[in-house]
């Protein structure tokens, strides 16, 4: 995201444009997650089990979410590129939704939000 003072140079057009360019490349907002994605691999405990001698189960991953759920919740690998993608379209959306409203308090000071 552009530092706030590169937009002290754009004209209120310009701005404008920018900002509905902005709202455009959001994209499909059903396909967000805000979060993290982690994976761990674990020891079952067993004594004759493969991962007492040191090759651990997993990895398995774990959503973090950021808001609503507490904990972590359990992926299945066949899941974890879909999240990964979720992720990373949230990332986004909060990038873009932060310069639209440096746009939109740019517009206020010139007393020229709409």
């Known amino acids: 995201m552009p530092h706030k003072s590169e937009f002290l140079k754009l004209s209120t057009a ?9 709202v455009t ?6 396909q967000v997650l805000l979060g993290s994605l982690v994976e761990q691999v674990r020891r ?14 997993g990895p398995y991953a774990y959503l973090t979410p950021r808001r609503g759920w507490r904990g972590m919740r359990y992926v299945p690998g066949a899941l974890a590129p879909a999240v990964r993608r979720y992720l990373d379209q949230g990332q986004h959306v909060e990038a873009v939704l932060a310069e639209i409203s440096v ?5 206020l000071a010139r007393r020229e939000l709409a």
């Open 14 to 22: 310009d701005l404008l444009a920018r900002r509905r360019e902005l």
């Open 25 to 30: 490349s959001l994209g499909d907002l059903e």
């Open 44 to 57: 079952c405990g067993k004594e004759d089990c493969r991962c007492a001698t040191g090759e651990p189960h």
């Open 103 to 107: 746009i939109n308090l740019e517009l």
